[in-house]
């Protein structure tokens, strides 16, 4: 038998397989680096509130019953009145915690501040907070005005008179 096919076949496929060895390879792209996402952050020991507070109404008056409620709602007073201003809000969801700030500013008609406060307040459901102002040597007669804001806004107000 011959083997002269096989042969001239077997030097042929070694001269093409030493001849692409020889070849300069093309350099290969670059492998773009690994694709890093930022850690997921990290879920603060509080959760976030999940409700909203509102001012329900604002009410004036000289007297505060046990259940925190004005005894009688009044919008003229006496020189010697103690003045209350009760702020009852409601929370949108009953059962959770909002924490807010609650203010009231006191002013006479001039525009002078007589009074002015905030509060921190963790707001759950419906509720009540008072608020007072008083002076032993009686106010000056005239017109005044009591601002309540929650967390820096002015949401109602209330003018009353002092005779």
């Given at each position: 038998?011959?083997?002269r096919?096989?042969?001239a ?17 093309e ?6 680096p690994p694709v ?9 020991s509080?959760p976030?509130?999940?409700g ?8 004036i ?6 259940n ?11 020189r ?20 807010g ?5 006191w ?5 002078q ?5 905030t509060?921190n307040?963790?707001?759950t ?27 820096g806004?002015?949401?109602q107000?209330?003018?009353?008179e002092v005779?």
């Open positions: 038998m011959n083997n096919p096989h042969d076949l077997a030097v042929a496929l070694i001269a093409a397989l030493a001849l692409a060895g020889c070849n300069k390879k350099e290969a792209a670059p492998i773009p890093v996402q930022a850690p997921a952050s990290i879920p603060a509080t976030a509130p999940t909203t507070v509102s001012i329900v109404s604002v009410d008056g000289n007297g505060v019953a046990a925190a409620k004005l005894a009688v709602p009044a919008g003229a007073f006496d010697k009145d103690t003045i209350h201003a009760v702020v009852s809000t409601a929370t949108s969801d009953p059962a959770a915690k909002v924490p700030k609650l203010g009231v500013k002013t006479y008609q001039d525009g501040v007589v009074n002015e406060e509060r307040i963790d707001f459901g419906s509720g009540t907070t008072d608020f007072q102002i008083s002076k032993p040597d009686g106010w000056p007669a005239g017109k005044y005005k009591v601002e309540v804001s929650l967390d806004n002015v949401v107000s209330k003018d009353f005779k």
